[in-house]
């Protein structure tokens, strides 16, 4: 098996703030991968540094064996597509689904973008009757379907997955996840999914990794997580905060 | 009765549908909502009216203006008081002050579509690159902006039309350059609240070069607040060109401009009061409208307001 996704100590510095302290990380191909950690423990900041849009102090990232330079080519956006975590703030407001859709294939130069619109809101089940649909018109669980279909349609092989649903209500979440999991399968696509969710994490990762303060604290299979075994005190910390509140007596 | 009514209703429900099927529906119902809002303003209303009238009356000159607007009649007609013959009176000259305030709507129209042509593109330009790029493009860009923004308008305009001759293209050319900074400041300010925004953010991760993104992503988001204070500075258009028609350096005589007649007006205005104030009161009644219009599409295009 190769591996997809090739991390070397990367580090991240927004301004003199070390956001990414040294992390490394290797992800399978067609395996789901999963951050988690408190809020800036940096698990978003490495997604973004992998899409590029965060500064890369040091270290190196490798995709499917390709060294990545300080800049992104358009054959890396065809192969690393990311959701973002929050559906109102990811589609634009003036825009049509239609014609979100239609911008990749047009910088890429894809001809037959009409049958491509047509499978990819067909594949997140959405179907044509959204097509001319604004934003606005979309409730949070359709949006999230339209930014899914977005990323797919250029079929990247590696998705960047950013909390997706954890702007959405439980019912809506559990379909997105499901939608996530069946064109995983369908398209073997390799997953880096960040959430501060262990139950979601344990739910569609195989393997995972701890973070905390920019830092790798532990890597652990799903299986560890649920049998509990786990070697860090954050760690235990962090199952023990996911039980939720616990009344005593 | 019924009949007559499902036509019209049906097309309302064709055009607010939810599930538009086809590009031009989601068009076309965006654009009535923006209408329906539109209208329900009275006094923005009135002011489109105006406009329109305007519009008409210039196409259509010609036809309305019962006289010609540079040949007077010297020997019998000079001075005359507003009467059947001459509505608004005559001038100096002789000439029915009512055909040439007709074809004077030509040259106000001509100096206001000009430089809304001219100032309103460079300033979206200038504001959306500064604005999107950051850094030094952005130092430089602005610090330009500062500095035109610097002079009084008027006066800028004056040392302008001063360098390159009295006349009506120049003064066009001249309230142009002074007028593009503040559309700058704005598309600026517009570009700095989307570009750090989830949306630009996703166009960026599917390779789209800076060009593409402000021009097709971030400039439409920028045009409706930069179309509102365009035409809300209209009005300042039209009054800064009878300025400078009224100091001499816009419009030539015989040109019928506005500004230039009541200049010509200014030596009788207690005596002959009709030769200074029909044109004062036509330009009153333009930049109202033109207000009023703009107050009312601030309320119909506004992004912040509602979900649109």
């Not at chain 2, 909502?33 to 210039?58: D, P, Q, T, Y």
């Not at chain 2, 000439?95 to 305030?101: A, F, L, M, Q």
């Not at chain 2, 009506?168 to 700058?184: C, D, G, H, K």
């Not at chain 2, 009541?262 to 207000?291: E, H, K, M, T, Y």
Request: hydrophobic share 50%; with cysteine; glycine share 8%.
């Amino acid at each position: 098996m190769t591996s997809a996704l090739f991390i070397d100590r990367l580090e991240v510095i927004f301004d003199r703030f070390r956001a990414l302290k040294g992390v490394s990380l290797e992800v399978q191909s067609g395996e789901s991968f999963g951050l988690v950690g408190e809020s800036g423990s940096g698990k978003s900041t490495l997604l973004r540094a992998i899409a590029g849009l965060a500064p890369v102090a040091s270290g190196s990232i490798t995709v499917n064996g390709k060294t990545l330079g300080p800049r992104r080519d358009k054959a890396f956006y065809r192969e690393v597509q990311m959701v973002f975590q929050d559906p109102y703030g990811s589609l634009h407001p003036r825009q049509t689904v239609d014609r979100l859709l239609q911008e990749p294939l047009a910088i890429h130069g894809f001809a037959d973008g009409e049958k491509r619109i047509v499978r990819a809101l067909d594949e997140v089940g959405l179907g044509t009757g959204f097509r001319f649909r604004y934003a606005h018109q979309l409730s949070g669980g359709q949006r999230q379907r339209v930014a899914i279909a977005r990323a797919l349609i250029l079929e990247p092989s590696i998705l960047l997955l950013d909390e997706p649903t954890s702007a959405l209500d439980a019912s809506v979440q559990a379909e997105v996840l499901n939608l996530l999991e069946e064109v995983r399968r369908r398209r073997k696509l390799t997953f880096l999914m960040v959430s501060h969710d262990l139950a979601i994490i344990t739910h569609m990762c195989e393997r995972l990794m701890v973070m905390q303060n920019g830092e790798a604290v532990e890597k652990l299979t799903a299986d560890d997580l649920v049998r509990r075994h786990v070697t860090k005190d954050y760690t235990r910390n962090l199952l023990r905060a996911s039980e939720g509140f616990v009344r005593t007596a | 009765m019924t009949a007559s009514h499902a036509g019209p209703l049906s097309r309302r429900d064709w055009l607010l549908s939810e599930r538009p099927a086809s590009r031009m529906q989601a068009r076309l119902g965006r654009a009535y909502v923006a209408w329906r809002r539109f209208s329900a303003n009275r006094l923005a209303f009135v002011g489109l009216l105006i406009i329109l009238a305007l519009l008409v009356v210039a196409a259509f000159a010609d036809v309305l203006a019962p006289y010609s607007p540079t040949i007077g009649d010297l020997k019998n007609a000079r001075l005359l008081a507003p009467s059947a013959a001459h509505w608004f009176g005559t001038d100096d000259l002789g000439r029915d002050i009512y055909s040439r305030i007709i074809y004077g709507s030509r040259w106000t129209l001509y100096v206001v579509i000009l430089v809304a042509i001219i100032a309103a593109p460079i300033g979206l330009l200038v504001g959306t690159v500064a604005g999107y790029a950051g850094g030094w493009t952005d130092a430089v860009l602005m610090r330009i902006t500062d500095i035109f923004l610097a002079f009084p308008k008027l006066i800028l305009a004056l040392a302008f039309v001063a360098a390159l001759g009295p006349g009506i293209e120049n003064a066009v050319l001249a309230i142009a350059i002074t007028s593009w900074p503040p559309y700058a400041r704005i598309a600026r300010a517009e570009t700095l609240t989307v570009r750090n925004s989830d949306y630009i953010k996703a166009v960026q991760l599917m390779g789209a070069s800076p060009f593409r993104i402000v021009l097709r992503h971030i400039m439409p988001l920028c045009v409706s607040s930069l179309i509102v204070r365009v035409t809300l500075d209209m009005a300042g258009i039209i009054l800064t060109a009878a300025g400078l028609g009224f100091l001499g350096l816009g419009a030539q005589p015989p040109l019928p401009e506005w500004g230039t007649m009541i200049a010509s007006g200014r030596r009788f205005v207690l005596d002959q009061w009709w030769v200074a104030g029909a044109p004062g009161f036509a330009i009153l009644i333009v930049s109202l409208g033109f207000n009023l219009l703009g107050d009312g599409l601030r309320d119909a295009l506004d992004p912040r307001s509602g979900d649109q």
